[in-house]
């Protein structure tokens, strides 16, 4: 099945400053790469994903990369704020048939955005 | 009520007891999930139901039952559960992905937190 790690597991920066979070999956048949965000005590919600005919997506200060043939993608956020502090998550699936949209999700990385 | 909802919120059980858990999804999706989120764990995909039918069994114990009565509905039967069963238990709907190429967001309910003593 498919196995998906997230790099690194904290992240702290400064207010302003980005950041990034890494995530490798082994299913090369995988195609759709969801992101979640998590806030305390909250629900995860979907924050921005990408499907693999796309290298790029950008939302505002958001955008995640999808490197096809290292079997990798990337969350970025620019211009950090505060709430933005949560646990991120990846995840990744085979979109339609028999994959009946099961997401395999990493292990989350919690960011800390200091003012 | 709106989005995706989960009862109870909190829950504490004896490892003898039997409960269950219920969500419910007020977005007209035909697809229902559930998840078990355990610290420091990421998050595990236990059941998935496609138009009512259990389409995935991701090699969950038999103490976890599963019932899904309706699109609308989903319920998570709990019995003779051990301490590490002890997790956030999140429920989430969305489209059927499986008829269709694209796939589609997955809504989140808030979740059960559950400890078993």
């Known amino acids: 099945g498919e196995n998906v790690e997230q790099h690194p597991s904290t992240l702290s920066v400064q207010e302003g400053d980005s950041a990034v979070i890494k995530c490798t999956y082994s299913d090369s048949a995988s195609n759709y790469f969801p992101w979640y965000k998590q806030e305390l005590g909250k629900r995860p919600q979907l924050i921005i994903d990408?499907?693999?005919?796309?290298g790029e997506k950008k939302d505002q200060r958001i955008a995640v990369t999808l490197n096809k043939t290292a079997k990798h993608f990337s969350l970025h956020i620019t211009e950090t704020q505060p709430e933005d502090s949560a646990v991120y998550f990846c995840?990744?699936?085979?979109?339609?048939?028999?994959?009946?949209?099961?997401?395999?999700f990493g292990q989350g990385t919690i960011l800390t955005v200091h003012p | 009520e709106t989005g995706v909802t989960q009862t109870p919120r909190h829950l504490v059980m004896g490892m003898t007891n039997k409960k269950s858990l219920k969500c419910e999804q007020h977005l007209g999706h035909n697809a229902m999930y559930w998840y078990k989120q355990s610290a420091k764990k990421p998050l595990e995909l236990m059941f998935v139901y496609s138009l009512e039918e259990r389409v995935e069994n991701n090699s969950v114990p038999s103490r976890f039952s599963p019932e899904c009565p309706n699109s609308s509905h989903l319920f998570l039967h709990l019995h003779t559960l051990q301490p590490e069963d002890s997790a956030l238990y999140l429920c989430?709907?969305?489209?059927?992905?499986?008829?269709?190429?694209?796939?589609?967001?997955?809504?989140f309910g808030p979740g059960t937190r559950l400890t078993v003593t």
């Open positions: 989430a709907s969305s489209q059927d992905s499986y008829r269709d190429t694209q796939p589609y967001e997955q809504y």
């Open positions: 995840a990744a699936s085979l979109a339609g048939g028999t994959s009946y949209g099961k997401l395999t």
């Open positions: 990408i499907r693999s005919n796309v």
